[in-house]
């Protein structure tokens, strides 16, 4: 009975042990790892994606509710490639591109979207639709396919069908607890129809992020003369914000 006791109360310190910095300053993750369900081979020259006793081609891989997607993405001067599978591990489409930037896939596995260098390329997986965008590398799918981006040239974000107007340049789009949220180097930003509501202001600027469980999880740093430092903060709401750890040039 001794002996469980311990194991118990060993698992519970792991679950609930607080999130902190590593000596860069980004969240470090204490969870306890898991076996990937697929790896990437080299095969003669060739990037493989195995999963199961599925195979695709390329070096980056996304399981769909109803599919797969798979795509190549080097710094040589071959053409990047997206490649769309069915259920079944059958090829159904290939989309070849000069750059592939940032490529993300919505939760629905109905569209996806990444930028080329110059444009954002959004596709509709299902009849393969393609909207060229005028805009940056910073966007995301907010629900099940909702597509938000920022447009650098005019210095705005679309999300919806609204043209919200922003000064500060976004890093970040995320989803929390049913809000659209914006992260720039000095503020985050809540979206309410086409508005933006300033939520928290950084003592410096920011500098990482992290969503886990119910909490929000980001880092504030702060450069003085030569020293600089990190803090680790957490909140469910923005309306109570807790330190959870620092560090500095004395303590990494």
């Known amino acids: ?42 095969i003669n ?4 994606i195995i999963k199961d006793s599925l195979s695709f081609d390329g070096n980056t891989f996304f399981e769909l509710p109803n599919g797969f997607i798979s795509s190549l993405e080097v710094f040589d001067d071959k053409k990047d490639y997206i490649k769309h599978y069915d259920a079944n591990g059958k090829l159904r489409v290939t989309i070849l591109t000069d750059r592939i930037i940032n490529l993300k896939v919505s939760t629905d596995g109905n569209e996806l979207a990444f930028f080329n260098t110059e444009n954002i390329l959004h596709i ?15 966007y995301a799918f907010i629900g099940q396919h909702d597509l938000i981006y920022y447009n650098s040239e005019q210095k705005n974000i679309s999300y919806k069908g609204n043209l919200i107007s922003i000064e500060q340049t976004p890093i970040q789009f995320f989803e929390f607890k049913q809000k659209v ?21 950084f003592e410096g600027e920011f500098f990482d992020s992290k969503i886990i469980g119910d909490n929000f999880y980001f880092v504030d740093k702060v450069e003085k003369r030569k020293d600089e430092s990190f803090s680790l903060y957490k909140t469910t709401d923005f309306s109570r914000i807790m330190l959870m750890d620092r560090i500095d040039e004395l303590n990494r």
């Open 124 to 138: 509709n997986l299902n009849n393969y639709h393609i909207d060229t965008l005028s805009g940056s590398f910073t």
């Open 181 to 201: 949220f914006v992260i720039t180097k000095n503020t985050i930003f809540e979206i309410i129809g086409s508005t933006l509501n300033s939520r928290l202001e």
């Open 45 to 48: 020259g060739e990037y493989k």
């Open 1 to 42: 009975m001794k002996f469980f006791i311990v194991i118990l109360l060993s698992l519970i310190s792991i679950f609930t042990y607080s999130q902190q910095l590593n000596k860069i300053g980004k969240i470090e993750v204490n969870e306890i790892p898991q076996m990937p369900e697929y790896r990437i081979d080299k």
